[in-house]
């Protein structure tokens, strides 16, 4: 017999279908919500359904954003004609919190994992590709030193490489394994300046 309602039931099976959120921390804020105002909620609920009708990729680096190009895009100081692929938009803000690099990004969306069945395709690696016409002096890899972001930084490499675009890859000052998100400012930065050519 179920304790709850089937109204909180079907709250807590949502929420703990979210990254992160196993069974004990769902049910905790499934009763957080069902005591707020509920005002609260509705703003609550407005943000999340604004924010999914309302973002979308940037036309350059497919970061997400509310307008066709991101900020750093339309940004015409920024150097265009280095480009740091990153795996998701998370690593693009860190390195946008250290203030210091100056070039602009592209957005993987993932990494390539044979063990998750995720191949090039699934990744916007044909956007980058298209984005090489146009005149590129550097790509610098910084997507994650895992296996998968080690895969798709040699992959990518193979790729680029005839083109005759320099191809770069972050120094491994960043833990293996490690998110480019979790890493502090002065590792992103040291890891950016002793990044090595491939
Ligand atoms: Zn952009």
Known sequence: MDIYS???????EQLSRLPGVGA???QRL???IINMPEGEVKLLCDSISSAKENIRYCRECFTLTDTDLCPVCANAKRDHET???VENPRDMAAYEKTGKYEGVYHVLHGAISPMLGIGPNDLK???LILRLEADVKEVIIATNSSIEGETT?????K??????IKVTRIASGVPVGGDLECIDEVTLLRALDGRTSL
């Not at 930084?153 to 490499?157: G, R, T």
């Not at 790729?159 to 005759?164: E, N």
Request: proline share 3%; hydrophobic share 50%.
């Open 6 to 12: 089937g109204h909180i039931n079907k709250l807590i």
């Open 24 to 26: 004990k921390s769902a």
């Open 30 to 32: 499934a009763f957080h």
């Open 83 to 85: 480009i740091m692929v």
């Open 125 to 127: 690696i044909k956007e």
């Open 153 to 157: 930084a040699m992959y990518l490499s």
């Open 159 to 164: 790729l680029i490489k005839p083109t005759g």
